[in-house]
Structures are given as C-alpha cells and as structure tokens.
C-alpha cells in the first residue's frame, strides 16, 4: 500500500534562540479553577517546555485551551481550568518561540506543497471542491489506522435516519474501522427507534413514509430501554437487534454520549453533565490518531477543541492526527476553522452517502 | 393600538363524541423513570383530560413529549418521563379525538386565512420571503407584551459578535422587552470578553481587527470572571461594565446559562448538569407568550421543545404563545418545523440585523 | 424488475360540470407578443379545453406561463408570449374547473398515500430526510426509462469538476442512460479544460493541487476550441479526447448548451440569445419523460419552467415525467417548488457523490 | 467627513527588474475571435505594458479574462476574445513580473494591516462576522462616491420581493446613490407586478397573503407592458406608478436588464443576447468606482468577472474600485472569490434587511 505518515520535523533545541532560553516559570495556583496570571494556554500543536539543562519536553495527550501543570511527579499535564487546585503549578508565558522556555512548533510536518504562483483561482474549499481523492486517501488512510492507528468517530443523528448509511456504518464497526465514537443520545435514540420500529422520528428510515402514531416511536424507544436498564442490556437480551448502537457493543468498542439540553429522555448511559462528559470524550479522543466527524457541528466542536495534531506513539515518534469533518454547510466547516482547529480537512456531502460510498469503497479492499 | 390577541376556540364538551366518551385512564408508575404501556405522551397543543362527570380539564405549563401525572392533590402534572417515581399516576390513551377521555385541540386558534384557490406560487418561507410585515407585528406584539406578557429569548453567541447588535439588545432589556433569556456558556463569554477586551474570540467587534494575542482573550475573560465567583460579582464591582449580561442582571432578568461540550471553562453559573438545565429552563418557559429565538439551533429547539403554543392567562382565558425563529439557514427552520414545533414563525436574516432594526424600530414607538 | 408507471386519472367529461360547460373562447392577438385580455395560462398540469360537442382536447408538449393558441388545422399549440402574432386565436378563460371550457386535471396520479394521521414530525425534506429509496428507484427508473422513456439531464459545472464524477457521467452516456442534456457553457469549458490539462478552474481535477498558470487553463480551452471550430471538430480530430461533452459527441445525444451573462468565451455552439435557447431547451425537454437537475439553479428552473408533469406516450396513454432535483441547498430546492414545479423530488447531497453512486448502483444492474 | 481614499502604490520603472525589461510583444490575430499562442490574459489588478524606451502604459477599463489589443493609434485596448479580428494585434506573454515587458501590480493599495501574529480565531468572513463597522463605512464612502464616484448596484429580484426594501432602494435611487443598475428580467417583472398588483410572484409584499389567481400576475405584468411598449413608456404614462424601475427612469439612470434562459416574457428591453448583454454591463461597469451587488450569484459573479479592482480618475490618479457582495450564503461569497475576484468584501445578511438599514443610516446623515 501506498499509505506513509509524513515525518515529524524536530526542532532542533542547541540551537538559538532555543540554546539561550530561560527554563519555563511555573506559578501556583491560589483558587480553585483560576489559572495564575500570564498563564500559558495549550494549541493545537506540538509544544515544548524548557524544564532545565536543556531538556525540551514534549506535550502529550494534549489540547488546545487548557494550561500546564508540573505534576509532583515531574511530569506535565494538559488540564483545563476548571480542574485546577490550589498548589497546583502552571506553566506561564505567552511568547511561543521559545524565549520564555516554552516553543510551539506550529509546522510540525512541513507546509504542503503550494505552487500557486502568483495568482489562483480557487483557493477555498466549497461544495464545487472535487474529492475523488479524499476519498482515495481516506480508504488507505483507514486500512493503515484500522490496524496501526485509532479512529474516532463522531456521529450526527444523520447518519441512522437512512437505512443503507445506518447499515454502512455497522459494517464499518464489524470491520474494525471504528475504535471509538462520540455522539448524543439523539444518534442512540433514533439508532434504537430504527431497530425497534423501523423508523427515525416516525419516518420509516427507507420508505420514508410516516409510521401512524409514528411521533411515538422515539419516546417508546426510551421508555423502553430505561425498563430494560441499558442499551446494552437491551442489546444482549435482544431488544435492540440491529443497528450502530448493537455493533459497538457487540464488538466491545468505547463510546460516550453526551447530554444536551435538546434531549428526550435521556437513555440510560448518556452522561447529564457536560464536562464530564468532556472527560470522558478527552479521554478517548486523546487516544486517536484520526478522527472523522459527520454532519454534528455541536459535537464535531467539541471534539475540534480537544484534538491536537499530533500524537506521539508508542515509539515515540510524533505523528499527525487526520481530523476530517464531513457537512453540508460551508458555515459548518469555516467555524470549525475560525476555533482554531485549522488542520481539518472538509468534505462537503451529505454524510449518508460519505458512509455508503466509504464502506462500499473498504470493503473492496478488504475482499 | 391595533393590537389583539385572536380568540380561543373552546371545544364545546357537551357534543359527542365528548359526552360519551370515558374518563381518562390513570397506571401506576412501575419503575423509576419508565412510563407504563400506553402511556399518552403531549404535544404542543391544549390538552383536555376527561376526569369524570363532564369535567375536561386542560393542561397547563404543558410541553411535547411528556406525560401527564395525577398528583395527590388531583391535579394534573406534565412530567418528563426522567422524573416519573413509582407510583406515580400517569395518563394512558393515544386517541387524541376523545374517545378516550383525552382531546388534543390542535386547531386552537382558527386557521389562517388561506385563499389559496386551485394552485400558488410561493407556498415555502425561504430567503427570498418579505418580512417587512413580521417587523411590524413584532413592534405591536412586543409592545403589547412588554406589559401585559412575558418575552423569552433565546441567544446564540452572535448576538454579542457585534458592536451595534450587543449594544441594541441590552437596551431591549433596559427598555423592559426582556422577561427571561435563555443561552449557553459561549454568550455570556464572548459578552463579558467584550466588555473586557473589546473582542469576541480575540476579534474586536467594530473593527474586526484581530487583537495581538487575541486568542488568549476568551479564556482570560473567564479566568477573570472564575476569579471574581459569578458574572453577578462581576457586573456589581465594575469588572463588567457592559453587555447583555449586565443589563440582565442590573435588571434582575432571570436567565439560565445552560451547558454544553463545547464549552471552554465554563463560567461560573453555567449549568453543567444538562437535564438541571432543562428544568430551569422550562421553569423560564411556561411562563413565556412570547419567545424569540435569535441564531442558535440547539438553544432553539430545545426551546421549542419545552414551549408549548398556549398560555392559560391568570384570569383564566387560553392565549397563544407567539415563537419566532431567526436564522440564516432554511436548515434551522425546517428542522424546528419537522421536530413538531410547527407553530413557529420563521426569519431569515442575519440575527445583527435583526436586533439593531428592532431595537430602533421599537425606539420610535417610546419616544 | 418491479417498476410500474402510476394510473393516469382520467377525467369522465360525461359528468357535471362537464356535461354543459360551454366551448372555450378564443380571442385574436392584436400586437406582437401580447396575449388577450383574460388570456388562459398553462400550468405543468395536464389541460383539456372543450373544442365543442363535448370533445375536450387534451394538451400536448405544454409548459407552464404559457398561453394555448388554436392554430390554423384546429391544433391547440402551447405558446410562449413572445411568440404570439397578430391573429393567433388565443385560449381564454381562469377558472380551472371546466366552467368556462377548460379543465387543469390538478390531481393526475392520485395522491401519493398519505396515512399521517393528526399529526407527524418531519413533514419537510432536509438534509436529514434519507434517501437510500430514491437510489433503488432511480435504477428501476431509469432502467425502464433507458428504453422505453427519455431522459434529460441538466448539468451544472460541478459535475465536471471532479474527476471521479465526470467519468461517471460519460459512462452513464455510453450506457444510454442520457438522451438529451441541457447546460451552460461553463460545463462545457471545464469539461474540455479536463480533457486538455486535467484540470478545472485551474485545479486539477483529481489531486486539487493548483496548476502553474492554471488561471489560463479555462481562457487556453476556449481559445482551442475557437480555432478547431467547435467542439464537435475538437472530438472528431482527437483534441478532446476525454469527458462529457466527447461522450455525448461521440454517442450522438442531443443537448444544448445555453449563454449566460458569466460565460468567458463562449464555446462555439453556445446559443448566446437566451429564447432562441429556451426554444431549442423546450424541443428537448418536452419529449422527456424524466429529468435531472444536478446542481444548477439557473438551469434546473429554467427546466422547471418548461417541462410539464406528463407526457402523451405514442400509444396515447399519459403518463407521469419525473422531475428530479439533487443540490446542496434546501433553498435551491425551495425556490423550485415556490416557482410552481410542485411535482419536483429533491436530494439533498453533493452531485459528485450522486454521479459516482447512480453510475456504480446501475452498472451493477447491467452486468 | 473622515472618508479618504487609500494612496496607489506607483511601481517605479526605473528600477530593475523593470529597467532592462523588453517591450511587449504583440502578435496579430489569424482567426476571429482565436487570440495568438502564447496571449497575455488580463487579471483585475493594474497592469503595465512596456510600450518601448521605458514608457510602462497603464490599462483603463479593464476587466479579467481579455486579452489587450493595440489598436491603429496606438491604445491599448482590453477585449473579450469573441471580439478579436484578424490583424488584431495582441499582447503575448505570461510573466506577470516585468520580464516580459508586462508588469501586474498585484498589490496596488497596500496590504490592509495586519497584526496576527502566530496564530489567530477568526480568518474566515461567516455569517457570525460583525459588520456594524461595514455599515458605518458604507455610509462614509456612498457619501463620497454620490458626488465624487459612480455607484453601480447590482440587484437579485429579493430587492423587490419586500415592500419597505423595494421602497428603501427607490429612495436610494432617488438621492442619488445610484450611478447605474444591472439586473435580469425578474428583477423588473416583479417590480411592475408589485406597482400593478402589490405582488411578487402572486404573493402580496408587504402582507404575504397569496391573491387570488396571483399566479397570473407576474404574466399579467409582462403582458401590459409588452402591450404598452417598454417600461420606459409605462413609466411616462402612469402604468407603472412606483417602485425601483420607475425611479431608474424618471432620474435617468442607466441600466441593463439581461436575459436569462429563466426568464418568462421578456419584458421590452431585456436583452436577449447575453454577450451584447456583457458588452453593454461592461459599458456601466467600466465607470464604477462601487459596485454593490445583492443576492444575485449570477449577476454578482458575471459584474465580479468585469469590475477591475481600480479606477483611473479624471486627473490621472489611481484609486480603487470597492466592490461589495450581500448574500445569505457562504457559498456564494466563496465562489465569487474562487473566481478570482478576489477584493470583494461580503456581507452575509438577508438583503431585505441590508437595504432597509443602509438607506436609514445614509437618510441620517442628509437631514
């Protein structure tokens, strides 16, 4: 296979400005969730902290938006400020060229080749933007990330209103493409609303014809499994016996649902509070190496904010993290780059044939 | 002023099939949170329950997608299905005609005049729809109910994106034209950074300059506030000393601040318990006639959620709830629209737009 | 294979108000291209006008905002306005129900079933709405249609722009899925700039990457093309010897390439007066028994605008012309439906996935 | 007033590369209407042609995509390439850097100041982008420009679709800031029916009530003015008795209605041919010195394609050309700047709103 990472360009730290840089300061914190002043905010990139002697640490398991502690330990941690405690030291500085010790490397795998001379035409990505290739890239992508890498999915209702895109995706969780998703209880509902009845919001998920009292099925689907205990309880006793919710489990992979105010319900599993449930997506998005967010600009952000890109292996290397946002809406994308996640890459289709067309396209592959 | 509520049609219980038809059937709440089979669930409309000898009482603080408990005292309650206790009394019955003590009036109001003979353009509200009028109506109804009833909005971030639009909505509030206000962390943040810095998300709001460091703006704004205890402590010792925040609280406007995974920080006030946050919402909500909900899908729809279309006025008389929508997006309105909250009205427009125009247009009217 | 064409709901002329509904009046045009007072429009809908003696004469190869002209050999004629000549003998009459001779059959099919009964969610089409069923009866469609029917397409330039997709079109030409195409020159342009530098816009078509110079790609096509002679000769010598326009060349499909006001050139063979161009538009769409509109407002309502929702088949049964309309926007398909083609399906995707997933669904069918 | 026009940035030619650079090379046309290999395309930028012993002569009424004749007495001339004659002789070369005698200054007023360092929130124009200060500056340069410059409007039929819009712009047409229109039929169509009927599209304006048979209107509208002979006529005798085309007519203001292929009709004076059309917009457009175009993608993009990005004034200075774009669209405004159009600045607001707000905020300032 043609698949290569791009390697990681290593600064290099024996040299200026970096060899005559001060050690980074870390200050206490005195109040609950208050960062000291002139605290020092995390990217999306790789940074490094001058801890004395010329070690540069890395960052890992980073995101952007938070602040550094030195641990007890001696090791770094990337904390939002709502988890700081009094004591706690943070790094502070907001020079990012290494002269307060601390160096954001802001082009960590070279700028992509760009021979545009002069003048071009074209230059933003729009729903005329062709992409034949995304989706070239994306199978090689995901054959090299199913084994050697982490995909982490994040998962607008959207994608288990239709039949053929609700099945793609299960099938894409069978074939181990999946190692983690995100999604609110409205992907879970509806996913178990279409097991059980046949239907999204009442709408048969192929006929498209209205179920009589259809307006139902989605409160019946709760009511249902909150009886039951779980959605997985519903999946091992039968109740939910299709669907993504039933591959996920089936195949043991880790999944959050977060609350929102929109919610019915909710079922049972979705987390009520919002910033644990921000843990618990942190924790498994820390762990991806690629990411793909489908038609949910609430949770696509979310996410965006807590995805470097990098990750650093097992080896130690330094690696990128894809991050691919898949939308209708050229707004979705711009907004997703105006947060600062700026190394997303768009794709501007309706997600149920995106899932249709990727599995279809894996699938090749794999017979 | 030519202002006038339109008139109630009361179902006349004394007809068949209502004269016939069965008191409503109460069942015993098994397992905490889980509706008994057959439960009713409401909709947005008045509701009737038939609890014997004639007597049809209708719901009142109702919402869609409850059910409906008969408390000890005898009242009836609509309770989302999270809140049910064993033994709780709940309504079962899906007829909505009567048949089975239970009547859904969903034409409460009359239907618009409609003289649409044979065939017509222009059935769809799109971008291309005029809005001169709803302008107007908006003056006459918001002046009516500055008064006389109580005005909920619903604000997404963009309303403080703006110099002029921020500083025409807090003086909708200074002017009395705000009762409650609902929003989620990223308002109040970009509100207080504004008052801080003079920039949302590190861009001045007249002059769109990026600020120098402008990203740490938001998070600064935060810190400052977590420093101070509350947006309240904030707003009394000078620390914020404009905005919408401020003059909702300088007003004592009751407002929740609900949260969400995308939420930096958060601040301190902001609900992170997103079900806790619904229930102060709806707390806000029942009490509404009218609810403008200005750039923001998720606060919107689970607006339109918990609102239903009639208020039960103290003395007595049913009165419509007015729900407007304001949005760029066709997306957003017919998303609202096929959730069941058909009774909205739709805006397309730029909600900077919006703001400004309504508050000079409702200026005139004062002065 | 499973496909049926709907019953054509024959009106029984025998019946009141038929039976003495008076002949249809025709009144002289006095000035060139202006209609009578009272003049009778055209619909999309089918139209008898009663000839007298109770033979009411059905409308062949009509469009809408047209008027009926009663030639000299007693034809009934579907006219534009500008057409009109000083004493064509023009259809008069605006009641639609037979009382003043004609008759607009507004239901022709019958109403699709419609068990929504009270109330139902998700009454509009979004981008949410699924659409796997349109896919699996597109192929029964256009199976049947390859053979027995005609099928226009309209093209918008984004067809061509992705590599993937353009060659998924001219396979569905050599297949015989395209019997007419109707375009602007902009689709031609970049179809032939793919063919000669791979590129559109100056991007190429596949890797995006921006050609050196690309910016005079589109202007050198053109200019090439010019000095070939047209399009046709740039086929037959072997200059453009991939693409759309080659396939439908080479495959003798008829189409026509419409001017706008943004063209750069034209392409020799754009027809540059735009009614000239509507009436060879009109010659191929009013033999259509199902259109396409891919990603093209101007186009696509212009279609709209032309093709009526039923053809006479040769054996002079009627039956239904599917119209249907694949965007990116729900206003685009909005203003379809607010411009009175009501009969119109939508698919809300991006063109590109739906040229590659109808050519691949369909191959599968042929092999 | 604070207005002041940026400072031109004069390349100075006595210096390298520009010193030691050859004269342009013009080749003479064989073919009409086919420019010679190797032809030097224009762009929107100043451009200077080394006409021999360093005189470098600056293009007037540019436009992008033509090639540059020298004609008989020596001009240079800016032409479409449908335009070219054999013998015409046309400037060769692709360098845009002087080497080839063609100097493109592609930064003629200075890059706007830019002060984000490292990294920045907010790069993209989004419907969240504050434009109050757009407004405020609008006003400042529609001052400047009613006296001193040419204000050339650009209308999509939304103008006239709202009754207080349709009378904003009628007052703008009025007081002057408006130097010339470019427009499509629907534009006047509309704007008649609205003066005969009240309507847009059968839709009254200002109540939204369909009329009965309102589909008619529209045709109703072109019939009486193809009968009254031109709109012109229909102004002068009372016909047309408000609106937009009216106030056009009574103040003389030049204007170009060009043909679609969606057109119905046309009205008298609607230009069939779409390239005399372009020769005619080029004619208006050449003048400009503003240029607002709102919500029209297709006439937007056609005028983007003519408008230069600068203006030679009558003492021989240098200034630019402001060119502003309203749409509800992110996409529209994306595509205008794929186009290479590249100096268009955008406001995403529903132009009912824009034009109501600017004519308010320009009424101000006269009083």
Same mark, same amino acid.
């Given at each position: 296979m043609s698949f290569r990472l791009p390697t990681y360009l290593h600064p290099d730290f024996k040299k200026p400005p970096f060899d005559a840089a001060p050690e980074v300061v870390f200050k206490g914190v005195e109040h609950t969730g208050v960062a000291p002043l002139n605290y020092h905010a995390t990217s999306i990139y790789p940074e490094y902290f001058h801890m004395g002697k010329g070690e540069w640490r890395l960052l890992?398991?980073?995101?952007?938006?938070?602040?550094?502690t030195r641990e007890k330990n001696g090791s770094l941690v990337v904390k939002e400020f709502r988890h700081l405690k009094p004591g706690d030291q943070v790094a502070c500085g907001r020079a990012e060229d290494g002269v307060e010790g601390i160096f954001v490397n802001s082009d960590?795998?070279?700028?992509?080749?760009?021979?545009?001379?002069?003048?071009?035409?074209?230059?933003?990505?729009?729903?005329?933007?062709?992409?034949?290739?995304d989706y070239d890239q994306l199978y090689d992508l995901l054959d090299h990330e199913r084994k050697k890498g982490s995909?982490?999915?994040?998962?607008?209702?959207?994608v288990v209103f239709d039949r053929d895109a609700r099945n793609a995706f299960a099938l894409l969780v069978r074939r181990g493409y999946v190692h983690a998703m995100l999604a609110g209880n409205a992907l879970a509902v509806h996913d178990v609303e279409a097991s059980l009845f046949g239907?999204?919001?009442?709408?048969?998920?192929?006929?498209?014809q209205a179920a009589p009292l259809g307006?139902?099925?989605?409160?019946d689907a709760i009511n249902r499994i909150r009886e039951v205990g779980s959605i997985e309880k519903g999946v091992f006793d039968g109740t939910v016996s299709t669907g993504v919710m039933r591959a996920l489990i089936k195949k043991?992979?880790?999944?959050? @649902?977060? $609350?929102? *105010?929109? &919610?019915?319900?909710? @079922?049972? $599993?979705? *987390?009520? &509070?919002?910033?644990?449930?921000q843990d618990q997506?942190?924790?498994?998005?820390?762990?991806?190496t690629t990411v793909i967010a489908l038609a949910t600009q609430l949770h696509a952000i979310a996410t965006g904010n807590m995805v470097p890109?990098?990750?650093?292996?097992?080896?130690?290397?330094?690696?990128?993290?894809?991050?691919?946002?898949?939308?209708?809406?050229?707004?979705?994308?711009n907004k997703l780059a105006n947060r600062g996640s700026l190394s997303a890459r768009s794709i501007l289709t309706n997600v149920q044939d995106f899932v249709v067309t990727l599995e279809r396209g894996l699938r090749k592959r794999v017979s």
């Amino acid at each position: 296979m043609s698949f290569r990472l791009p390697t990681y360009l290593h600064p290099d730290f024996k040299k200026p400005p970096f060899d005559a840089a001060p050690e980074v300061v870390f200050k206490g914190v005195e109040h609950t969730g208050v960062a000291p002043l002139n605290y020092h905010a995390t990217s999306i990139y790789p940074e490094y902290f001058h801890m004395g002697k010329g070690e540069w640490r890395l960052l890992r398991e980073t995101r952007m938006d938070c602040v550094v502690t030195r641990e007890k330990n001696g090791s770094l941690v990337v904390k939002e400020f709502r988890h700081l405690k009094p004591g706690d030291q943070v790094a502070c500085g907001r020079a990012e060229d290494g002269v307060e010790g601390i160096f954001v490397n802001s082009d960590p795998f070279g700028a992509e080749a760009d021979d545009a001379r002069g003048f071009a035409f074209r230059t933003r990505i729009t729903r005329e933007t062709s992409f034949s290739i995304d989706y070239d890239q994306l199978y090689d992508l995901l054959d090299h990330e199913r084994k050697k890498g982490s995909i982490l999915w994040v998962l607008g209702p959207a994608v288990v209103f239709d039949r053929d895109a609700r099945n793609a995706f299960a099938l894409l969780v069978r074939r181990g493409y999946v190692h983690a998703m995100l999604a609110g209880n409205a992907l879970a509902v509806h996913d178990v609303e279409a097991s059980l009845f046949g239907t999204a919001l009442g709408q048969e998920v192929y006929s498209k014809q209205a179920a009589p009292l259809g307006h139902y099925h989605h409160l019946d689907a709760i009511n249902r499994i909150r009886e039951v205990g779980s959605i997985e309880k519903g999946v091992f006793d039968g109740t939910v016996s299709t669907g993504v919710m039933r591959a996920l489990i089936k195949k043991n992979v880790p999944y959050v @649902l977060a $609350g929102s *105010i929109r &919610d019915d319900g909710p @079922l049972p $599993g979705v *987390i009520a &509070d919002v910033y644990t449930a921000q843990d618990q997506m942190r924790a498994l998005a820390c762990r991806a190496t690629t990411v793909i967010a489908l038609a949910t600009q609430l949770h696509a952000i979310a996410t965006g904010n807590m995805v470097p890109c990098y990750q650093v292996t097992e080896d130690n290397s330094v690696r990128p993290v894809f991050f691919y946002i898949v939308d209708m809406s050229e707004f979705a994308v711009n907004k997703l780059a105006n947060r600062g996640s700026l190394s997303a890459r768009s794709i501007l289709t309706n997600v149920q044939d995106f899932v249709v067309t990727l599995e279809r396209g894996l699938r090749k592959r794999v017979s």
